[in-house]
């Protein structure tokens, strides 16, 4: 028999080869989990643009571009008639019809508010009220459908890198407030405030000194979230009490006042094409406000009236003590990457910036006495300077006006 022997140099490369297999094994298991997990989670997907901006994902590369001008005209010119126009014209067909509709249903409430305000004969509290919501909402939508076919008309698809909401956070904030009334003096205040949430839990504290010292103000809000936490911007329904306390040091005045109330808020993203970054929010509430003042009283005790100042007759008189409804609508707009603002109408008889008639006496309703409107507008814009820090202007515009400038600081890091 013929022996077969073995080339010394292949049986080494096989050793070595087998080596080599072997030391590779040894490394790879351990990693193996890690390696088959990672696979998992990162598997392969296909996404859509229209997928990815709702989740909140830009891509870097994108020309961020505003809307078209001619669809932006559009909106403000024969939009102004039949609101959504500027969003028919940008192929948006289904936000063209929601806007149209809020438009329809506003003018729907104005009607019935101009039906049950021709018999005021048997007019009570609760009709009061209802007249009162039905012509706020009224307004709301009929004025707030046109604006947000103009800003989503204008908008077209711009977009910004969304922000997760804080789930802690508190803010510490430092301002000056200038109150507009050539009757009185105390128009130059420093602000002072303290917001912190916990969870579910919103609570606000104002401080409001007069410059002169005459007027000394607390006013709290305390709110709490039904809904449940989301990943992303949702409907948010919330329960709050406002509770305020004005001192009038010269004339020994107190105005206290408690409003609970239910506000919500709902992003538009979905609603039309131009309002990813439009929020609506809606604030009704019914509560209890009083004055007191032991000098009014002991003077009226005592029989001379002529000795009462007009704000003095007024808290000793019939607005001693009587119920208050507060109604607030609005819109939240982001304008660029570090800057939000709101816009809202405000039925308060809380504040001290006396209301005004808008809108029904644009058009004559109010002479004809058909719609009946009076409110306030509010305005905030918050600047973002650094991740720790914001400038916010407000403003509240009625028969007189007031602003707020104001430096908030957040304790904490802010979480983006």
Known sequence: MRSISADPKRVRRSRSSALSRVRLLCIALPLLPLLSAQRATCAPRAFDVEELRDEGYVDERQERSFGSFSHTLTALGPGAVLHGLGHWRMGDEGGGWALLGAELVGLTALTSVALLQRDASHRSTISELGVSTLSHLGWGLTIGSWVLDVIGAYQGGLTFIQEREQDRYAHLSLGYRYVEDPGASLTH????????????????????????????????????????????????????????????????????????YLSWELPLRGVARGLTHTTIYQRAGYGWEGYQSPRAERIEARGDP?????????????????????????????????????????????????????????????????????????????????????????AQLGARWSTWLTIRYTLGRRET
Request: charge should be negative; charged fraction near 25%; avoid cysteine.
């Open 189 to 260: 205040h420093i602000i002072a405030r303290h917001d912190v949430k916990r969870g579910r839990f919103k609570l606000f504290t104002e401080l409001n000194l007069e410059s002169k010292g005459q007027l000394v103000g607390v006013r709290q809000d305390l709110s709490f979230r039904l809904t449940p936490r989301a990943e992303r911007a949702s409907f948010e329904l919330s329960l709050g009490l406002k509770g305020r306390r004005w001192d009038w040091v010269e004339s020994d005045t107190t105005q206290l006042s408690l409003l609970p």
């Open 306 to 394: 002529d000795a009462l100042t007009l704000s003095e007759r007024v808290t000793a008189g019939i607005h001693h003590s009587r119920g208050v409804l507060l109604l607030e609508t609005g819109l939240r707009l982001k304008l660029y990457q570090d800057a939000t603002l709101s816009i809202g109408y405000l039925q308060d008889p809380t504040s001290d910036i006396e209301r005004s008639a808008w809108g029904a006496s644009i058009w004559g309703l109010n002479e004809l006495g058909l719609i009946s409107n009076e409110g306030l507008w509010s305005g905030e814009l918050v600047i973002r300077q650094t991740p720790l820090i914001d400038f916010i202007v407000e």
